[in-house]
C-alpha cells in the first residue's frame, strides 16, 4: 500500500562528543492501514562501517551495542512512549515506557517488516542476506521499517517521533546520531529529541 505521506529525509547529525565519516538521514511516513513506515539512510565509504553479522529476524535486546536504527513514538501531549530498534542484521525489539526511561509492561509487538539495501540497487526490496549487508565501497546503506497499527501508541492528535542511528565503525568506536541532541551526552530517549511531528493523516 503507498505511504499517505512521504518519509522526507531529515539529517541525523552525529552528538558533539561522537564523529564518525559518514552522513545520515531519517524519515517517518503513515502507512495507509494506520502503521508507520521509518526511513534510514547512511553513506560514505562503508568500508569503515561495522555491520553485526546476519541474523535471524527475531526480538533481541542490545541491539544498540551495534550499528542500529532506532525510533521513539509518542502521543503529543502524554508521557508514555515506545522505542523501536531494527538491525542491518535483521533483528529487531520493542519497548514500552510510562515516562523518561520508566519501563513499562513489555509490548506485544508483532514483528516489524524490515528491509536492507545498498543505494545502488533499484529498490529496498533486498533480503538483508549478505550482499545487502557487505556495503563494502557502496555510496549508501539504507533500512526501511514497517511497523503495524497495533504497536503504536494511540494517536489522537499526531505522534512525536524520535529517529535516532548508532553507528559502529570498522575499529569497533560507536558515534551516535539523532533528529536532535539535548544533552551532554548522547541520550535518545530525552523527550525534545522527538523532534519530528506526524500529523495524523486523512485517513477514510
Given amino acids: 500500500m503507498a505511504d499517505s505521506f512521504p518519509a522526507c529525509p531529515l539529517a541525523l547529525p552525529a552528538h558533539p562528543l561522537t564523529h564518525d565519516a559518514f552522513a545520515a538521514t531519517a524519515g517517518a511516513a503513515w502507512t495507509a492501514d494506520g502503521g508507520l513506515r521509518f526511513s534510514f539512510r547512511l553513506s560514505g565509504d562503508l568500508r569503515g562501517l561495522r555491520l553485526p553479522d546476519p541474523a535471524p ?11 542500529c536504527c532506532e525510533a521513539f513514538v509518542a502521543a503529543r501531549g502524554a508521557p508514555a512512549y515506545r522505542e523501536f530498534n531494527f538491525s542491518p542484521a535483521g533483528a529487531w525489539a520493542a519497548y514500552a515506557f510510562s515516562a523518561y526511561r520508566q519501563a513499562a509492561d513489555e509490548l506485544p509487538a508483532s514483528a516489524p517488516e524490515i528491509r536492507v539495501a545498498l543505494a545502488d540497487e533499484p529498490d529496498c526490496g533486498g533480503d538483508g542476506g549478505d550482499d545487502a549487508l557487505a556495503g563494502e565501497g557502496r555510496a549508501a546503506l ?63
Fill in 57 to 67: 529476524a527475531v526480538r533481541r535486546d542490545g541491539l544498540w551495542r551495534h550499528t
Fill in 142 to 204: 539504507r533500512l526501511v521499517a514497517s511497523v503495524a497499527a497495533d504497536c503504536l501508541p494511540p494517536a489522537h492528535d499526531g505522534l512525536d517521533i524520535g529517529l535516532s542511528m548508532v553507528v559502529e565503525a570498522a575499529d569497533g568506536t560507536l558515534s551516535y546520531r539523532a533528529l536532535r541532541h539535548c544533552a551532554e551526552r548522547p541520550d535518545f530517549h530525552m523527550r525534545d529529541g522527538f523532534a519530528l511531528f506526524l500529523p495524523l493523516p486523512p485517513f477514510p
